[in-house]
């Protein structure tokens, strides 16, 4: 049995300068028994000269993971990391949790991420006094793990424009500008400071007496961390005097405004308009402004009606509005309005002519970064809206109804499937108007082939020249 000795400052280091050697030596992982920190170096009992008989290769990934597991505390680490080193190299997948040798390293290395995540979030600094021109802090810490090493290069960029030095019960690490790692020498705590009181003042006037989750609490801050927190002497009594808290609250909450509250109420109150008549757009306009028929309301920034004269022979249904027409309130103004627009002059087909509105009044989109991307509206949600559109087509009484796109069909036909072999055809409303189908532009504009897209355009015009000349 080979015994080698690891040592307590730079053992990762260590480990993996003397696999590259047993590598080479051919030696078995079985063969080798690995301590750390032991005085006894002579215990290393085979001379291993580099003999360049194999080489390691390892993905960058997998020696991070592997490096992190060895900061475990468990003391078959090392045997269990050699192992894996030479099985990765004769052809183990790297991640197959089907391996038990690997799942247990995987979830070790999860468990040296988690106390390290511990350390960045509970370390508490207390000022020493320092005779030099930058502010010197220390802190005492004890983690369940080897992390020291791993965990303080946080602290040196955060803080490094203080010196500091976090010890724990085996090492400390000390930042002078420079992070260096010693052996702890002395285990007493660094003493309170002026800040401490400023600090529990601070925590106990943010403490949310009506969001206390014990068990949660604990989780996430369990309680061998209290401690060395100076926060934590208050945890009990504000816990046990959340319920009062919370019935303070809710009394004062329901007592009447008080005055000052009220003139500001007054002064940012919307000036009163008058009730539109009865009957008419602008009704229904102001009707459907407050619509909640359906969730769609919540994320739009608006109604979008619709726009046109009360005359209009042609009323021009789309599907929902878009991102600049949510942000407008009107329909048709965004990249599909604007090609609307141009292909109904070609076909002339005049816009200040038609009444132009959607069968969805809210826009309806998935948030991706600062983007607020298109989806279809689902069958309820064009239901929902389907009152509108039939006020709508009440109050305008069309003689042709141009339906652009699945949506608009569904809404005015039951039935939205099959659109592009029933556009151009003549179909029927459900009070008998008769329904122009065509697609809608924005179907032009995803079009990513050019050809595809002149045709089709070509074919939009068309059909809107049919409408022109329908009447």
Known sequence: MMRIVLPLLGTVAAWRDHVRRLAAEGVAPEAVRWTVGEEARDLLTVDLPPVPSRQLKI????????????????????????????????????????????????????????????????????????????????????????????????????FADMDWVIATPAVTARFDGTLHFEETADTARPPPDATEDLWRTYYASIFNPGRVMVKAMQSEMPKKYWKNLPEADLIPDLIRGADARVREMQAREAEEAPERRRAV?????????????????????????????????????QTVFGEGPRDAKIMVVGEQPGDQ??????????????????EAEAAGL??????????????????????????????????????????????????LIVSMGATAL????????????????????????????????????????????RVER????????????YL
């Open 325 to 342: 027409e949510d942000l407008a309130g009107r329909p048709f103004v965004g990249p599909a309005g604007k090609l609307f627009d141009e």
């Open 458 to 469: 070509a074919k939009f015009r068309e059909d809107l020249a049919r409408a022109a000349t």
């Open 265 to 301: 109420a007054r002064s940012m109150a919307m000036p009163e308009r008058p009730e539109p008549e009865a009957g008419t757009l602008d009704a229904l306009r102001a009707q459907a402004a407050a619509c909640t028929r359906c969730p769609l309301y919540a994320p739009a920034t």
């Open 410 to 453: 569904q809404s005015l036909t039951g039935k939205g499937a099959g659109i592009l072999k029933r556009r151009g055809g003549i179909e029927e409303a459900g009070d008998g108007t008769p329904i122009l189908v065509t697609v809608h532009p924005s179907y032009l504009l995803r079009l990513p082939d050019p050809e595809l897209a």
């Open 59 to 158: 993905a960058r990934d997998a020696l991070e993971e592997i490096e992190t597991a060895l900061c475990h505390s468990d003391p078959e680490r090392f045997n269990r990391a050699h192992a894996l080193v030479l099985r990765l190299n004769d052809g183990l997948a790297w991640g197959d949790r089907t391996n038990p040798a690997l799942r247990k390293l995987m979830e070790q290395a999860k468990t040296v991420r988690r106390d390290i995540h511990k350390m960045h979030a509970f370390v508490r600094f207390r000022e020493v006094p320092t005779e030099g021109p930058r502010r010197a802090f220390a802190a005492w810490f004890e983690p369940d793990h080897h992390i020291v090493e791993r965990g303080t290069p946080f602290f040196a960029k955060r």
């Open 350 to 399: 005049d816009r200040r002519q038609v009444y132009v509105t959607n069968a969805v009044k809210h826009f309806k989109f998935t948030p991706r970064g600062k983007r607020r991307i298109h989806q279809s509206p689902v069958a309820g949600e064009i239901r929902a809206c389907q009152t509108w559109l039939q006020h709508e087509m009440g109050l305008i009484r069309p003689q």
